[in-house]
């Protein structure tokens, strides 16, 4: 008896027990399930705060951009504005007096920096050489921000802040010969074919030098005095000056350069400032001949910005014409009248509209534009042994024929050019082949210009084609005559592109 009843208690636990196990069990897996939903939660609450964080950080960086896209305005429209020497160093930013500091950051007073319930603010700091600025801008929303750096960079790419400009081209060099050439040469090549040379040098020319070395006292004396710089501790003459080509191989032979070896105790800049070739250099010197401040192996910068202006373009100014057309219907219109002028000559012709060109005495006085149709050519030509024509006034020629120029073509005094300046158009060919001539001016020839033998031309050479034949032509680019272009000039709406270097700190 006393078996059973064990038996039967024995099997009423051990049946306890399971039922006990199971409810333990069940709790762990709700314990569990619990665990794994705030974990759930957790994670989704995080993924949360990540993404507003995400956005307000994406918030926060396109405020900063505005703040940059504000103050790069404000600087393009500081150089399009300035009628004078463009400057962001002058105390002066697009109205607002600021600046300039080199070595701090300073605060850019803008009234209003509210944007998608954020704000931005924006700083500026000068290059040390005072050209270039940087930019720093911070967008803010809630407790997030962003900062981005800018260096802002302005070039002028009007043809006229050059010695040389060059056009399409043509299969061979556009610029050959034995050449000294003082300032920036930029150089399209568009009609180049592969393996062309757009510039093919040799003897002892300097492609691109970069202060007045060579030019004559009595020039030199006409126009104004270079800007300074300071290089390693020298502060130093320099024309600022830059080649570029966008297409075509830089040929450089025998002690032909670019730039010179940097001299330490004189008073002038030797290096060039920036050389931008895109398709690299050839002759039996090449890329050692090079002495730039970039190097020797930087592409061309300007993408597609720049172009070779025609006469046959239409103008800025009426559409409905072709600069040649809108030049004519503005201008005073001669024919025959100054087919030949010497230091003899004596004429004087005016529209009474403000063009006029007259010569009395040796001197030539034009104002506002003249045109010379009917295909005429106009040479100016030595009188026995005067070969000595000057200059006053501020004014364009534009020759339906061809130019020929065999005489000095100066201005009078000093510090007179380009106050003083004549400016020369043909969609022809302009030659200036006599030995020893001073031509002072700036030179448009939509064909070629031709420099046979040892001239010197102060100002500024544009054309499609150049010849500078083999004694040693010189040219020397004046910065100011960009601020000073004559009335009627091709490409006088040509100013500036922004180079824009963008960081995100």
């Known amino acids: 008896m006393m078996k059973k009843v064990m038996k039967y208690y024995s099997k009423r636990w051990k049946g306890n027990d399971e039922q006990g196990s199971i409810l333990i069990i069940g709790y762990f897996v ?15 609450v995080n993924e949360a705060k990540v993404a507003e964080r995400q956005r307000l950080n994406s918030v926060a960086f396109q405020i900063a951009e505005a703040g940059i896209e504000r103050a790069l305005y404000d600087l393009r429209q500081d150089f399009i504005n300035d009628t004078g020497t463009p400057s962001w160093s002058d105390n002066d930013i697009n109205g607002m007096a600021i600046g300039p ?39 803010t929303i809630n407790d997030v ?14 043809p006229w802040d050059n010695a040389i400009f060059a056009g399409a081209g043509a299969s061979g060099a556009m610029v050959n010969g034995n050449v000294n050439i003082r300032g920036s040469v930029h150089i399209l090549g568009s009609g180049l074919n592969p393996g062309d040379y757009a510039v093919d040098l040799g003897g002892t020319a300097e492609l691109v030098g970069n202060n007045y070395n060579g030019l004559a006292a009595s020039l030199k004396a006409k126009v104004p005095a270079l800007p300074t710089t300071v290089i390693n501790g020298e502060t130093v003459e320099t024309l600022d000056a830059e080649l570029r080509v966008k297409k075509g191989l830089v040929g450089l032979s025998g002690s032909s350069t670019v730039g010179e070896l940097d001299i330490f105790g004189n008073s002038v800049k030797e290096n060039v400032d920036g050389v ?8 039996n ?3 050692a001949s090079v002495f730039s401040d970039n190097g020797s192996t930087n592409a061309y910068d300007l993408g597609d910005s720049v172009a070779f202006p025609s006469l046959s373009d239409p103008s ?52 506002g534009k003249v045109y010379v149709g009917s295909n005429n050519s106009v040479t100016f030509t030595k009188q026995g042994s005067n070969k ?4 006053a006034g501020s004014g364009t020629l534009l020759v339906e024929g061809n130019v020929q120029i065999n005489t000095d073509i100066v201005t009078s005094g000093n510090n007179s050019f380009p106050n003083n300046i004549m400016g020369i158009m043909t969609p022809g060919d302009i030659n200036m082949n006599e030995a020893g001539i001073d031509v002072m001016g700036i030179f448009y020839a939509e064909n070629q210009i031709v420099v046979q033998k040892q001239t010197d031309v102060v100002g500024t050479i544009v054309s499609n084609y150049f010849d500078m034949g083999t004694n040693v032509p010189s040219i020397f680019q004046v910065p100011e005559t960009v601020n000073n272009l004559p009335p009627g000039m091709i490409g006088d709406d040509i100013l500036w592109y922004m180079v824009v270097a963008w960081m995100k700190v």
């Open 30 to 44: 709700i314990v569990v399930l619990l665990g794994l939903g705030a974990v759930f939660m957790t994670l989704i």
């Open 101 to 139: 500091d080199s070595v701090n950051f300073y605060a850019v007073p803008y009234q209003t920096t509210t944007l998608n319930n954020g704000s931005y603010a924006v700083s500026f700091k000068n290059s040390v050489d005072g050209q270039d600025v940087w930019v720093r801008s911070t967008g």
């Open 145 to 158: 921000s962003h900062t981005l750096d800018v260096y802002v960079r302005m070039i002028n790419i009007s």
């Open 276 to 283: 931008y070739v895109t398709d690299g250099w050839g002759g």
């Open 285 to 287: 010197q090449g890329a």
């Open 316 to 367: 800025p100014s009426n559409p409905l014409q072709t600069n040649q057309q809108y030049f004519q219907s503005t201008s005073l219109n001669l024919t025959n009248q100054l087919t030949s002028v010497t230091p003899g000559s004596s004429f004087s012709y005016s529209d009474g509209a403000g063009n006029s060109i007259s010569m009395s005495g040796g001197v030539l006085t034009v104002q």
């Open 388 to 391: 000595t024509i000057t200059y």
